[in-house]
């Protein structure tokens, strides 16, 4: 009895050998060609996206964050790779004359490093510039914060954000019930989005003339395109500063283009969210005998809350750099005396295009020592001051958005 149940014993741990050694071998791994393949055409498509990313915005605003700390000056520096060179080797460059170094702006006189400025000049000057406000600065001289009168523009164009998301909510559900012609009232709706922006500000522009559609249908004469050329500006004539008056008028019409223009794209965003949409959740809503009101409430927003909450985040994206609209609407004339963005419209954007690719103007001496240069120098490295303050601008915002988001959540 003992010699059978010491035969089991070996035989079990051979059996438990065996079956140790076969895990420990492991088998070769043939490798997929297909698989090889599909994933090797996977990176060649993605490989154009991968390197513009990388050199048109990471490398592209690294580049723009250390120029804004410069006095670069494509006119007297040239090439922006060879300026920013000399960050990196400690050499200096050659500057009217005089040695430059990048950063503090020194020059040396007499063998002696002299400071003329520091690194943060531009958003210092960013900071405390002041402009005339109105388009037309011999109807009235009241300065205000470059800064602060885009930057207020802008904020007034996304007073079309809920606008928009009001009225692109209220159609799509519209167009998602069951009824004729719904498909084309879709693409009816998504036209203005996708033409051309010069041809939607040209036809707003013919419906606010003086005798356009807009004042025929209102009965008035409301000058929504007062410029000031041959007569005063909105308010000028009161004492008033026509910042707060014709250039509420003239906003408000690019903001009634823009939600026109774009309730197209989130009037289909919300249709495929609705598409989403719990239906047995709805019908046990109705079953219980809920209103409409309710449904939509307590079961169709709380389900459509991602395509809201990606359409908000975008949306304040896309309107703090809002640049082509009011430029289109009201172009600089030159009547502005520095020949500035029109002051009355331009966004925030309109001061880094200015600055950093078309200027007509220099900054002052109390910035910067002018001394041997134009008084037409550009400096791009202003403009990437803007850019910068912008860019920190709406990352605070995003993240103060996801913030809500997070804690709405909990």
Not at 113 to 137: G, H, M, P, Q
Not at 215 to 235: A, C, K, M, V, Y
Request: aromatic share 14%; net charge negative; hydrophobic share 50%.
């Amino acid at each position: 009895m003992m010699e059978n149940n010491t035969a089991a014993a070996e035989e079990v741990v051979e059996s438990t050998a065996t079956a140790e050694a076969a895990v420990a071998v492991k088998p070769k791994r043939h490798i997929n060609q297909q698989k090889l393949q599909d994933n090797l055409w996977g990176w060649i498509f993605c490989l154009p996206l991968i390197v513009g990313t990388v050199l048109f915005i990471y490398i592209a605003l690294i580049m723009a964050v250390l120029v804004s700390f410069t006095v670069y000056s494509s006119t007297l520096h040239g090439n922006v790779f060879d300026f920013l060179g000399t960050m990196f080797t400690g050499g200096e460059i050659n500057y009217d004359g005089d040695l430059l170094n990048v950063f503090s702006d020194q020059v040396l006189v007499d063998g002696k490093w002299v400071t003329r400025t520091d690194a943060l000049r531009w958003y210092k000057y960013i900071f405390t510039n002041v402009e005339s406000s109105c388009a037309d600065a011999a109807q009235m001289e009241l300065e205000m914060s470059t800064m602060g009168m885009t930057l207020f523009n802008t904020v007034f164009y996304m007073i079309g954000i809920p606008i928009g998301m009001v009225l692109s909510m209220f159609f799509a559900v519209c167009m998602s019930r069951d009824i004729k012609g719904a498909n084309f009232f879709r693409v009816l709706y998504y036209l203005p989005s996708v033409a051309s922006t010069v041809a939607v500000v040209f036809t707003f522009n013919k419906l606010f003339t003086d005798s356009g559609v807009i004042n025929s249908l209102l009965g008035s004469r409301i000058p929504w395109f007062n410029t000031g050329d041959g007569e005063p500006l909105l308010g000028a004539e009161a004492g008033i500063d026509p910042f707060w008056q014709q250039g509420l008028l003239n906003k408000t019409m690019v903001v009634i283009m823009m939600v026109w223009k774009g309730l197209g794209g989130t009037i289909i965003l919300y249709i495929a969210g609705l598409s989403g949409v719990n239906a047995s959740t709805k019908e046990a809503a109705q079953i219980d005998g809920a209103s409409g009101w309710k449904i939509f409430w307590k079961v169709t927003m709380p389900d459509l809350y991602p395509v809201i909450f990606y359409n908000i985040v975008t949306s304040v994206i896309g309107g703090m750099q809002i640049y082509a609209e009011p430029e289109l609407f009201f172009p600089t004339s030159g009547d502005n005396h520095l020949g500035l963005p029109n002051m009355l419209t331009s966004g925030y954007v309109s001061l880094i295009w200015f600055w950093g690719r078309n200027p007509t103007t220099s900054v002052g001496s109390d910035v910067i020592d002018l001394t041997g240069m134009s008084s037409t120098t550009p400096f791009e490295s202003l403009g990437a001051a803007y850019g910068m303050i912008l860019a920190i601008i709406i990352f605070v915002l995003t993240l103060f958005q996801f913030w809500l988001d997070k804690r709405n959540a909990e």
